[in-house]
């Protein structure tokens, strides 16, 4: 099922199926959002949870016992309920079955929220713990746009801009595409932007920390632009298609880090994950503005 949200400004399209964003265009037609490639990349928007990036031999361990998950969880495949629908907002859900129970021993409640205002579309999750137990989680967006967003410009017309006087911490990758136990320091040009150019992710994604709360995607050729906030999450992973010249870049907002290299995650001592008590709520959002 795909639902619409729609106002003065924008036109916004999500499916039932993950809840995923499908569509983000302008009054005027002009789409801001990867319509999906599959030479390249096949999705546009995948929410991610309960779990961010891959764990080693798709495993992990908890209380002793090993469990099977795949990249990025399983939200992203499953078909979530309508609780609420008009022009500007848009509420699915979705709870723990018996198959998400084989994968991951934990009962929950996933609420998906959309929020159309002006320019701005917000995302909102709540996760409920419906266990006896902490639940332990990793929870993310992984929004593609379209760049360059102006047709006639190219994709190194475009800069990632951040907030002056950000020092922004990456997560190095290892060979394999595992968190490696090395952080440097991520230069920025000017003090506030990367220049974009294909080859920055032949290795996989680019993984930061610190980087404030917002980043924008801008060319100094065109008024069209987006700012995304992701101020609610510890990182923010940069990713495109490794060794192509795909025409997208992907803005993640992360709550924790993918497995290390090598390593068969213990759910209970991964120490950037959410450990969430019995009966509690958390609540992340993010929001990209459309310029």
């Keep these: 099922m795909i639902y619409t949200l729609k106002n003065s400004s924008l036109t916004v399209l999500v499916s ?12 005027d037609g002009l789409e ?21 990036g891959r764990l080693t031999n798709g495993e992990y361990t908890y209380r002793g016992q090993m469990y099977h998950l795949n990249q990025h969880g399983f939200l992203r495949n499953m078909e979530l309920t309508l609780i609420s629908h008009s022009d500007t907002q848009l509420v699915l859900s979705v709870t723990d079955t018996e198959e998400t129970k084989e994968n991951y021993p934990f009962s929950f409640h996933f609420t998906l929220t959309y929020t159309l205002n002006g320019t701005t579309l ?3 999750y709540k996760i409920e713990n419906k266990s006896n137990d902490t639940m332990y989680f990793g929870l993310g967006g992984h929004p593609g746009f379209n760049v360059p967003i102006d047709t006639n410009l190219s994709f190194e017309d475009y800069s990632l801009t951040f907030e002056k006087g950000v020092t922004p911490k990456q997560t190095l990758l290892s060979e394999n595409y595992f968190i490696s136990d090395e952080v440097i320091s991520y230069p920025l040009d000017d003090e506030f932007r990367i220049p974009l150019r294909h080859n920055l992710f032949d290795h996989d994604a680019i993984i930061l920390s610190e980087a404030g709360k917002t980043v924008g995607i801008k060319s100094d050729l065109s008024d ?34 993918p497995s290390k290299d090598g390593v068969v995650t213990d759910l209970e001592t991964q120490e950037n994950l959410i450990a969430l008590p019995s009966g509690k709520i958390c609540k992340k959002e993010w929001a990209v503005q459309i310029n």
């Design 16 to 27: 039932s199926l993950g809840g995923e964003l499908q569509s983000i265009c302008t009054k």
């Design 122 to 124: 917000t995302t909102s």
């Design 224 to 257: 069209h632009s987006i700012v995304f906030d992701f101020s609610d999450f510890h990182y923010l992973g940069l990713w495109q298609t490794s060794n192509s010249n795909a025409t997208f870049l992907c803005i993640e907002p992360w709550t924790s880090l």
């Design 32 to 52: 801001y959002l990867w319509q999906g490639d599959p030479k390249s990349w096949n999705r546009h928007a995948p929410n991610l949870f309960p779990y961010i």
